[in-house]
């Protein structure tokens, strides 16, 4: 991950949609996120919370079966699950495009899945199995690494105001300016 890269940490479900919807704060009209991470890693989690960053009322499910939902708030959500194509060019027949074009926020699970196809300006949120927590605790099973890392101008100019956002998240990483 690059030096713009925004790192944090959370400890239960509700933290992970509580980060989330700081995020969502910062959300603009025409944003992609690219989710990624493993199963059961909290990608729609991530998203619930998202979702209630930008108001929506609604009960967000993963759309694996469905693969796109979209949802009214602040700004519309469309929520992507891309785990089921089995092409690429599966993906262009999604209307990738013209959700984007619609001005809402789209995140994609399992989104790197796609990235060729992608514009070039997103988040790319990555949400690990903590590696670095104490495995013998229950809490462990909870516990989840966070990395954003901005692709392109769009979200690049809004690492410092992210690192603000998430700044209860935090993980300092050794070497890193926190400024930037």
Same mark, same amino acid.
């Given at each position: 991950?690059?030096? +713009?890269?925004?790192?944090?940490?959370?400890? +239960?479900?509700?933290?992970?949609?509580?980060? !989330?919807?700081?995020l969502a704060e910062l959300a603009r009209p025409g944003d992609l996120l690219v989710l990624?991470?493993?199963? *059961?890693? %909290?990608?729609?989690?991530?998203?619930?919370?998202?979702?209630? %960053?930008?108001?929506? #009322?609604?009960?967000?499910?993963?759309?694996?079966? !469905?693969?796109?939902? +979209?949802?009214?708030?602040?700004?519309?959500?469309?929520?992507? #699950?891309?785990?089921?194509?089995?092409?690429?060019?599966?993906?262009?027949?999604? *209307?990738?495009?013209?959700?984007?074009?619609?001005?809402?926020?789209?995140?994609?699970?399992?989104?790197d899945m796609i990235v060729p196809v992608l514009p070039p300006d997103f988040l790319e949120v990555h949400l690990d199995l903590?590696?670095?927590?104490?495995?013998?605790?229950?809490?462990?099973?909870?516990?989840? +690494?966070?990395?954003?890392?901005?692709?392109?101008?769009?979200?690049?100019?809004?690492?410092?105001?992210?690192?603000?956002?998430?700044?209860?998240?935090?993980? #300092?990483?050794? *070497?890193?300016?926190?400024?930037?």
């Amino acid at each position: 991950m690059s030096a +713009s890269t925004v790192r944090a940490r959370t400890t +239960s479900v509700d933290q992970t949609r509580d980060l !989330a919807a700081a995020l969502a704060e910062l959300a603009r009209p025409g944003d992609l996120l690219v989710l990624v991470g493993d199963l *059961g890693a %909290g990608k729609t989690a991530f998203c619930q919370g998202f979702g209630r %960053g930008l108001g929506v #009322d609604e009960q967000i499910t993963s759309p694996t079966f !469905a693969i796109v939902q +979209s949802y009214t708030g602040r700004l519309d959500l469309h929520h992507l #699950d891309v785990y089921r194509l089995g092409q690429l060019n599966e993906a262009l027949d999604l *209307g990738l495009n013209e959700l984007l074009d619609e001005g809402g926020v789209t995140i994609i699970e399992w989104g790197d899945m796609i990235v060729p196809v992608l514009p070039p300006d997103f988040l790319e949120v990555h949400l690990d199995l903590d590696p670095d927590a104490d495995a013998a605790s229950d809490e462990a099973l909870n516990v989840r +690494s966070v990395g954003l890392v901005p692709v392109g101008a769009r979200w690049s100019a809004r690492v410092r105001a992210v690192r603000t956002a998430l700044a209860a998240w935090a993980v #300092d990483e050794p *070497g890193s300016d926190p400024t930037c």
